[in-house]
């Protein structure tokens, strides 16, 4: 059974750092695509950033400069270093894969598994 895990979230003041972290089981994440998504209360999922199986990686204009991707292929996992943390980062956050082609990389549609998402807030 193919399983995402997110991990790393939780309570942290404006300016701080988090890292995030998804771990696959039950397949290996060489040759999926990854997307790092949020959903804050009321608002609709918005995909964050993604990284590709030959590591590209893209960020929403709301985070870049400020959060990176990478990944760990022999550890199975894809980390979200999220740096200069503000009060509008709070949501849930989630990732999610893909093994198929992938045209819109920050549209949650193009992501057929999901983890079950961790907390991050940030206050001010």
């Known amino acids: 059974q193919r399983q995402l895990v997110e991990s790393g979230g939780g309570l942290v003041q404006s300016g701080g750092s988090l890292r995030l972290s998804c771990a696959a089981s039950?397949?290996?994440?060489?040759?999926?695509?990854i997307g790092w998504f949020r959903q804050a209360p009321g608002k609709e999922r918005e995909g964050v950033s993604c990284?590709?199986?030959?590591?590209?990686?893209i960020f929403a204009d709301s985070v870049k400069g400020r959060f990176t991707i990478s990944r760990d292929n022999a550890k199975n996992t894809v980390y979200l270093q999220m740096n200069s943390l503000k009060p509008e980062d709070t949501a849930v956050y989630y990732c999610?894969?893909?093994?198929?082609?992938?045209?819109?990389?920050?549209?949650?549609?193009?992501?057929?598994?999901w983890g079950q998402g961790t907390q991050v807030t940030v206050s001010s």
């Open positions: 999610a894969g893909t093994s198929g082609l992938l045209f819109r990389p920050l549209y949650p549609d193009e992501f057929g598994y």
């Open positions: 990284i590709n199986s030959s590591g590209r990686t």
């Open positions: 039950g397949f290996t994440l060489d040759t999926y695509a």
